[in-house]
């Protein structure tokens, strides 16, 4: 049963490869300088090879993606954007952290991309040339995921990641 459904999951198709055709080598006939003083050394050459006209098929062998793989894609997808504001992210979930102050879950994320658009205009004002800002913001990224990574392990009765996710998701 599993090896008709691999089956029906991969497409065969079929086509002719390109055939190159053999070169044919001869070697020149020689002429004898002197006639007929020494034996004559008989020289065999091969015949020409013919063309090759044959065509082998080639065989490309294409899966269809399943509906992990697009799962995986858009998990990626998120954490590339929440890795993106992870700065404006740290920003917001400190304020959340002061007593009576409640974000919820559109304020957190609104507080969280101002914040990371301000802290990547600051690169791109003081660092000249996009590319460069750019790298040195994802450092800065690198940075505060590191410190909040850091937070996380050496308080131990304190969930950081849990308490951000909570916060995003508008939890109380």
Do not use: D
């Amino acid at each position: 049963m599993s090896e008709e459904i691999k089956n029906e999951e991969e497409k065969v198709v079929e086509t002719p490869a390109e055939a190159t055709p053999a070169p044919a080598t001869e070697a020149p006939a020689e002429t004898p300088a002197e006639p007929a003083t020494e034996p004559a050394v008989e020289t065999t050459t091969e015949p020409a090879q013919p063309a090759v006209s044959e065509t082998q098929p080639q065989i490309i062998v294409q899966k269809e993606r399943g509906f992990s793989h697009y799962v995986g894609f858009a998990l990626l997808c998120v954490l590339c954007i929440v890795f993106y504001f992870i700065p404006g992210i740290a920003i917001s979930f400190a304020i959340n952290q002061i007593p009576g102050v409640n974000l919820g879950a559109v304020a957190a994320w609104a507080l969280s991309a101002i914040f990371s658009v301000i802290a990547w205009f600051i690169f791109k004002l003081k660092i000249k040339g996009f590319k460069k800002s750019f790298y040195f913001y994802i450092g800065l990224c690198v940075v505060v995921f590191a410190l909040l990574i850091a937070i996380e392990v050496l308080t131990e009765n304190y969930n950081v990641f849990a308490s951000i996710f909570g916060m995003l998701m508008g939890a109380a």
